[in-house]
């Protein structure tokens, strides 16, 4: 059986991807890494360890992970972030406090250790920034071997970034961090807009959710209509929210749900031109073995459906 670790920054979608890799049979999910971004690590922390509760998956431990890029020391939400993700990251949806609290070890230990102990069972999935495996590689370089598969979620391709023309909200809040994966990490599939963005999950969905009758059904609804009525709002979508998060979850456990290209990547971080997190083909390693997949494309029709069919069963 595979292990899966979930480094998210919680966040609606990321709170999609939780529920849906507990969901999932095929995996066993052994730790979840919270992370800054939608919102800041303590508060991803305290939302995950929350909505692993209302899931009834307590026995699942959460780990901290870094609290900001690894060039900084320092972190602020971003506005937008908090209008897609609402102030307190889910939707301004007020969740029971968990009993259960993080566990003293530190995330990128945890992580460490796993790849370690699990080697080719493991997939890492981060759907936030990546400082956390950026600095495990760092402390143990032998991570970008032993991790059986790398998903991630983040980047942007074929199509523009959602940040800045180039740039994805997870590169961009640490490109350093992302360049350093994408050069180092074995086995990486990229999970980026370029296939999130035709994943759309409408209300048509979260009623459906509300008609199961259960708490899970009705807080994971509120939550996910606050951030499907932030896209309509901000002009990003007129009546559907982004997979982003579980697509990457969804690829990892079934890469047949989207068409991928061997490309080895990198990371741009540079102010000056404009190309600040910017993931593209590394030239100088284009005729070196493919380690990377860039997914371009992504059956939809399957995909959305088979997520909605594990939903209602976990919630
Ligand atoms: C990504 O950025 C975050 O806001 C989302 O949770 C997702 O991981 C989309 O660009
Ligand atoms: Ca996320």
């Given at each position: 059986e595979k292990k899966m670790i979930l480094d998210l920054d919680t966040g609606v979608d990321d709170a999609l991807a939780l529920a849906y890799a507990i969901g999932n049979p095929d995996v066993d999910l052994i730790g979840v890494?919270?992370?800054y971004g939608n919102t800041t690590n303590q508060i991803a922390a305290q939302n995950t360890l929350n909505l692993l509760h209302l899931?009834?998956?307590?026995?699942?431990?959460?780990?901290?992970?870094?609290g900001h890029s690894s060039t900084t020391d320092h972190f602020d939400v971003m506005p937008i972030s908090q209008q897609i993700h609402g102030k307190n990251g889910i939707g301004d949806v007020e969740l029971t406090t968990a009993k259960n609290q993080v566990s003293n070890q530190s995330g990128v230990d945890f992580l460490i250790e796993a790849a370690h102990q699990y080697q080719d069972k493991l997939i890492m999935l981060p759907t936030g920034p990546l400082t956390n495996l950026a600095k495990a590689l760092e402390i143990d370089?032998?991570?970008?071997?032993?991790?059986?598969?790398?998903?991630?979620?983040?980047g942007a391709l074929s199509v523009p970034g959602n940040v800045t023309p180039f740039s994805e909200a997870n590169i961009h809040q640490d490109p350093e961090a992302a360049d350093v994966v994408f050069r180092h990490q074995e086995n990486l599939t990229m999970v980026g807009l370029d296939v999130t963005l035709r994943t759309l999950l409408t209300k048509a969905h979260t009623a459906e959710w509300r008609e199961l009758g259960t708490v899970a059904g009705q807080k994971y609804a509120d939550?996910?209509?606050?951030?499907?009525?932030?896209?309509?709002?901000?002009?990003?979508?007129?009546?559907?929210?982004?997979?982003?998060?579980?697509?990457?979850?969804?690829?990892?456990?079934?890469?047949?749900?989207?068409?991928?290209?061997?490309?080895?990547m990198k990371v741009t971080y540079d102010n000056q031109t404009g190309d600040y997190g910017r993931t593209i083909g590394d030239t100088e390693r284009l005729l070196d073995s493919t380690?990377?997949?860039?997914?371009?494309?992504?059956?939809?029709?399957?995909?959305?459906?088979?997520?909605?069919?594990?939903?209602?069963?976990?919630?």
């Open positions: 890494i919270a992370s899931l009834g998956a307590d026995d699942v431990p959460v780990f901290i992970g870094e370089p032998a991570v970008g071997q032993l991790i059986g598969q790398t998903t991630l979620m983040g939550i996910v209509d606050y951030y499907i009525d932030a896209y309509h709002d901000l002009g990003i979508n007129e009546n559907g929210a982004a997979l982003h998060d579980p697509l990457a979850v969804a690829v990892s456990i079934d890469p047949s749900y989207i068409t991928a290209l061997p490309l080895n380690t990377a997949q860039a997914a371009v494309l992504v059956d939809q029709k399957r995909f959305v459906p088979d997520f909605q069919e594990q939903m209602l069963a976990v919630l």
